[in-house]
Protein backbone atom coordinates (compact mmCIF):
# COMPACT_ATOMS: atom_id res chain seq x y z
CA UNK A 1 0.00 0.00 0.00
CA UNK A 2 1.36 3.40 -0.77
CA UNK A 3 2.50 5.49 2.73
CA UNK A 4 0.79 8.37 3.40
CA UNK A 5 2.69 12.05 3.16
CA UNK A 6 2.93 12.05 6.99
CA UNK A 7 4.09 8.05 6.73
CA UNK A 8 6.54 8.73 3.72
CA UNK A 9 8.07 12.01 6.08
CA UNK A 10 8.90 9.47 8.58
CA UNK A 11 10.50 7.00 6.18
CA UNK A 12 12.89 9.76 4.29
CA UNK A 13 14.31 10.97 7.46
CA UNK A 14 14.60 7.56 8.98
CA UNK A 15 16.73 6.71 5.86
CA UNK A 16 18.98 9.45 6.68
CA UNK A 17 19.25 10.05 10.37
CA UNK A 18 21.74 7.87 12.52
CA UNK A 19 22.13 8.20 16.47
CA UNK A 20 24.55 11.65 17.54
CA UNK A 21 22.67 13.14 14.83
CA UNK A 22 21.42 17.00 15.19
CA UNK A 23 17.60 17.70 14.13
CA UNK A 24 15.02 20.29 13.69
CA UNK A 25 11.36 19.42 14.17
CA UNK A 26 10.31 23.21 12.97
CA UNK A 27 6.34 22.93 13.70
CA UNK A 28 6.06 20.62 16.94
CA UNK A 29 2.33 20.73 17.30
CA UNK A 30 1.99 17.70 19.72
CA UNK A 31 5.17 16.53 18.97
CA UNK A 32 4.69 13.44 17.11
CA UNK A 33 7.37 14.16 14.77
CA UNK A 34 9.38 15.55 17.77
CA UNK A 35 9.21 11.64 19.69
CA UNK A 36 10.00 10.20 16.06
CA UNK A 37 13.46 12.59 15.60
CA UNK A 38 14.05 11.71 19.40
CA UNK A 39 14.48 8.28 18.96
CA UNK A 40 15.99 8.25 16.08
CA UNK A 41 19.27 10.91 17.63
CA UNK A 42 19.26 8.89 20.74
CA UNK A 43 20.70 9.95 24.01
CA UNK A 44 24.22 11.68 22.17
CA UNK A 45 21.98 13.02 19.68
CA UNK A 46 20.01 16.75 19.56
CA UNK A 47 16.57 17.43 18.25
CA UNK A 48 15.78 21.46 17.95
CA UNK A 49 11.37 21.93 18.07
CA UNK A 50 9.90 24.79 17.67
CA UNK A 51 6.87 26.12 17.82
CA UNK A 52 5.19 29.78 18.83
CA UNK A 53 2.20 27.62 20.67
CA UNK A 54 2.60 27.32 24.61
CA UNK A 55 0.01 24.21 24.45
CA UNK A 56 2.34 22.42 21.42
CA UNK A 57 5.09 22.73 24.10
CA UNK A 58 3.31 21.39 26.71
CA UNK A 59 1.81 18.55 24.85
CA UNK A 60 5.47 17.99 23.22
CA UNK A 61 6.53 17.85 26.39
CA UNK A 62 4.05 15.30 28.10
CA UNK A 63 4.29 12.95 24.83
CA UNK A 64 8.87 12.88 25.51
CA UNK A 65 8.60 12.31 28.93
CA UNK A 66 6.29 9.07 28.16
CA UNK A 67 8.53 8.31 25.35
CA UNK A 68 11.43 8.30 27.27
CA UNK A 69 13.31 10.60 25.12
CA UNK A 70 12.50 14.31 27.03
CA UNK A 71 16.79 14.51 27.61
CA UNK A 72 17.76 14.79 23.98
CA UNK A 73 15.20 17.57 23.30
CA UNK A 74 15.31 21.63 23.45
CA UNK A 75 12.14 22.81 23.22
CA UNK A 76 12.02 26.45 21.87
CA UNK A 77 8.47 28.72 22.31
CA UNK A 78 9.59 30.53 19.76
CA UNK A 79 8.48 30.72 15.51
CA UNK A 80 11.36 28.81 13.29
CA UNK A 81 12.27 32.02 11.86
CA UNK A 82 14.20 32.81 14.66
CA UNK A 83 16.40 29.11 13.89
CA UNK A 84 19.26 30.90 13.37
CA UNK A 85 19.48 33.18 16.33
CA UNK A 86 19.01 29.77 18.47
CA UNK A 87 21.07 27.47 16.22
CA UNK A 88 24.40 28.59 15.84
CA UNK A 89 26.02 28.89 12.79
CA UNK A 90 28.59 26.08 13.05
CA UNK A 91 26.37 23.58 13.84
CA UNK A 92 25.59 21.40 11.04
CA UNK A 93 22.12 19.22 10.63
CA UNK A 94 21.66 16.27 9.32
CA UNK A 95 17.40 16.99 8.98
CA UNK A 96 14.69 18.75 9.46
CA UNK A 97 10.91 18.57 8.99
CA UNK A 98 8.02 20.72 8.75
CA UNK A 99 4.03 20.44 8.76
CA UNK A 100 2.57 23.41 7.50
CA UNK A 101 -0.78 24.47 8.32
CA UNK A 102 -2.89 24.63 11.98
CA UNK A 103 -2.66 22.13 14.62
CA UNK A 104 -5.65 19.97 14.20
CA UNK A 105 -8.25 20.51 16.81
CA UNK A 106 -6.88 23.89 17.89
CA UNK A 107 -6.76 27.33 17.20
CA UNK A 108 -7.19 27.59 13.44
CA UNK A 109 -6.09 31.08 13.30
CA UNK A 110 -2.72 30.24 14.37
CA UNK A 111 -1.09 28.68 10.67
CA UNK A 112 2.27 28.92 9.54
CA UNK A 113 2.66 31.66 6.93
CA UNK A 114 5.26 31.83 3.84
CA UNK A 115 7.44 34.77 4.93
CA UNK A 116 8.66 33.29 7.82
CA UNK A 117 8.67 29.24 6.71
CA UNK A 118 10.91 31.19 4.12
CA UNK A 119 13.06 32.60 6.42
CA UNK A 120 13.36 29.26 8.42
CA UNK A 121 14.53 27.16 5.47
CA UNK A 122 17.40 29.48 4.51
CA UNK A 123 18.16 29.39 8.18
CA UNK A 124 18.25 25.13 7.85
CA UNK A 125 19.90 25.50 4.11
CA UNK A 126 22.64 27.07 5.57
CA UNK A 127 23.43 24.64 8.35
CA UNK A 128 22.33 21.67 6.10
CA UNK A 129 25.03 18.75 5.80
CA UNK A 130 26.06 16.68 2.50
CA UNK A 131 23.06 13.65 2.18
CA UNK A 132 21.11 15.86 4.90
CA UNK A 133 17.46 16.07 3.63
CA UNK A 134 14.61 18.57 5.08
CA UNK A 135 11.20 17.57 4.28
CA UNK A 136 7.71 19.86 4.19
CA UNK A 137 4.70 17.92 4.34
CA UNK A 138 2.19 20.69 3.25
CA UNK A 139 -1.78 21.15 4.72
CA UNK A 140 -3.16 23.69 2.30
CA UNK A 141 -6.78 23.37 2.56
CA UNK A 142 -7.29 26.42 4.54
CA UNK A 143 -7.33 29.97 4.11
CA UNK A 144 -4.00 30.76 3.18
CA UNK A 145 -2.67 27.31 2.52
CA UNK A 146 -2.38 28.12 -1.34
CA UNK A 147 0.22 31.24 -1.24
CA UNK A 148 2.10 28.99 1.53
CA UNK A 149 2.32 25.93 -1.00
CA UNK A 150 3.44 28.44 -3.94
CA UNK A 151 5.98 29.56 -1.96
CA UNK A 152 7.43 26.10 -0.98
CA UNK A 153 6.60 24.61 -4.63
CA UNK A 154 9.01 27.96 -6.37
CA UNK A 155 11.53 27.58 -3.44
CA UNK A 156 12.19 24.39 -3.77
CA UNK A 157 12.40 24.74 -8.31
CA UNK A 158 14.52 27.55 -7.53
CA UNK A 159 17.14 24.87 -5.64
CA UNK A 160 20.51 24.73 -8.00
CA UNK A 161 20.22 21.23 -9.35
CA UNK A 162 24.07 20.68 -9.05
CA UNK A 163 23.82 21.64 -5.09
CA UNK A 164 20.50 19.88 -4.12
CA UNK A 165 17.83 16.89 -5.34
CA UNK A 166 13.95 18.17 -4.64
CA UNK A 167 11.20 15.75 -4.92
CA UNK A 168 7.31 16.25 -4.07
CA UNK A 169 4.98 13.46 -3.49
CA UNK A 170 1.22 13.41 -3.74
CA UNK A 171 -1.82 11.90 -4.21
CA UNK A 172 -3.54 13.16 -7.33
CA UNK A 173 -6.83 11.85 -6.85
CA UNK A 174 -7.81 12.47 -3.46
CA UNK A 175 -10.57 14.69 -2.56
CA UNK A 176 -10.23 17.08 0.54
CA UNK A 177 -6.84 18.54 -0.44
CA UNK A 178 -4.65 15.67 0.71
CA UNK A 179 -1.27 17.02 1.79
CA UNK A 180 2.05 17.51 -0.57
CA UNK A 181 5.48 16.67 0.63
CA UNK A 182 8.58 18.23 -0.53
CA UNK A 183 11.99 16.85 0.12
CA UNK A 184 15.16 18.61 -0.36
CA UNK A 185 18.46 16.89 0.11
CA UNK A 186 21.62 18.32 -0.68
CA UNK A 187 24.46 16.40 -2.68
N1 LIG B 1 4.12 18.15 13.45
C1 LIG B 1 3.06 18.47 14.38
C2 LIG B 1 2.65 17.24 15.16
O1 LIG B 1 3.34 16.23 15.07
O2 LIG B 1 1.66 17.31 15.88
C3 LIG B 1 1.90 19.17 13.72
C4 LIG B 1 2.22 20.58 13.28
S1 LIG B 1 0.81 21.59 12.92
C5 LIG B 1 0.33 21.07 11.31
C6 LIG B 1 1.56 23.17 12.61
C7 LIG B 1 2.17 23.79 13.84
O3 LIG B 1 2.95 24.91 13.43
C8 LIG B 1 1.17 24.31 14.87
O4 LIG B 1 1.40 23.70 16.11
C9 LIG B 1 1.48 25.82 14.94
O5 LIG B 1 1.37 26.35 16.23
C10 LIG B 1 2.92 25.85 14.48
N2 LIG B 1 3.39 27.14 13.98
C11 LIG B 1 2.71 28.16 13.40
N3 LIG B 1 3.55 29.17 13.09
C12 LIG B 1 4.79 28.77 13.47
C13 LIG B 1 6.09 29.36 13.42
N4 LIG B 1 6.30 30.56 12.88
N5 LIG B 1 7.13 28.66 13.92
C14 LIG B 1 6.97 27.43 14.45
N6 LIG B 1 5.77 26.81 14.54
C15 LIG B 1 4.69 27.48 14.05
Redesign the pocket.
Known amino acids: MLQTAMRFSHTLLKEVIQTGDTVV ?10 AFLAQLVGLNGLVYA ?4 EQ ?1 LQ ?1 TEKKLVESGVREQVRLVH ?4 TIATIIPKETTLRAA ?1 F ?6 K ?1 DKQ ?4 PD ?2 KQ ?1 LDALLARLESKGRIVL ?1 V ?1 YGHTGGEAELAMVQDYCQQLPQEEYSVLTYQFINQKNNPPILFCIERK
Do not use: C, W
Open positions: DATMGNGHDTFDVQANQGHEINLGYLPSIITKTTAVY
